[in-house]
């Protein structure tokens, strides 16, 4: 049995993409994309407004960070999450590999809405799921290249491989967060 790995690798993500992921993102308000569960959350401040060690963007809106990161993590907003899969995750990744314009978090003009996050990760995922259907087993086997660090030597795959485990476990905080929003106590 001969196996498509390209197949398997697009298919892990794509599958929990349309079946579960992006409907469970429907009708995410600003509150929500905002909203902190605990006091000192990371999220997207207003210009000047943020605590963190780094604000990073280049627009109205910065996102916090510090490197290296505090023990224990700040609880992150949605905002925050989503963010960080427009530039960590997929933006760069998409500017290595597939075409885009390179991005990174201190230049990167982070959404102020729910909504415009979404229309950005819908055309982010939309070209890293094609760029990944795209690449033959040669192109799976080739080494990343010098633009993903860690990387660097590792077979695309393995990016591919880590880009899913990204995505699955960032949107399933996003979910998450969804869930304690609607539940939360209120009055």
């Keep these: 049995m001969t196996l498509d790995w390209n197949t398997l690798l697009a298919d892990q993500l794509d599958w929990h993409w349309r079946h579960q992921l ?10 929500e994309y905002f909203w902190e569960p605990v006091p000192d959350c990371w999220t997207l401040h207003p210009r000047g407004t943020g605590t963190a060690a780094i604000q990073g963007g280049s627009g109205d809106l910065t996102i916090d960070f510090e490197y290296p990161e505090p023990v224990p993590a700040p609880v992150t ?7 960080h899969i ?10 290595s590999h597939f075409g885009a314009e390179p991005v990174d978090y201190m230049s990167y003009d982070y959404p102020g809405t729910a909504a415009g996050a979404l229309d950005r990760l819908d ?9 990944v259907r795209g690449l033959d087993e040669a192109a799976l086997a080739r080494p990343c290249g010098s633009a993903e ?8 795959a393995t990016l591919v491989l880590h880009i899913n485990r990204e995505m699955l476990h960032h949107t399933a905080e996003i979910a998450l967060l969804r869930d304690l929003y609607a539940h939360r106590a209120t009055g």
Excluded at 77 to 83: E, K, Q, S, V
Excluded at 86 to 95: C, D, E, F, I, M
Excluded at 123 to 131: H, K, L, N, S, V
Aim: proline share 2%; aromatic share 10%.
């Design 123 to 131: 055309a982010a995922y939309a070209q890293w799921i094609a760029g």
């Design 22 to 31: 992006r409907d469970r993102l429907a009708g995410l308000t600003d509150d």
């Design 149 to 156: 660090g860690e990387f660097e030597k590792e077979p695309m």
């Design 77 to 83: 907003t949605i905002a925050w999450r989503l963010g």
């Design 86 to 95: 427009l530039v960590g995750v997929l933006g760069a990744r998409n500017a």
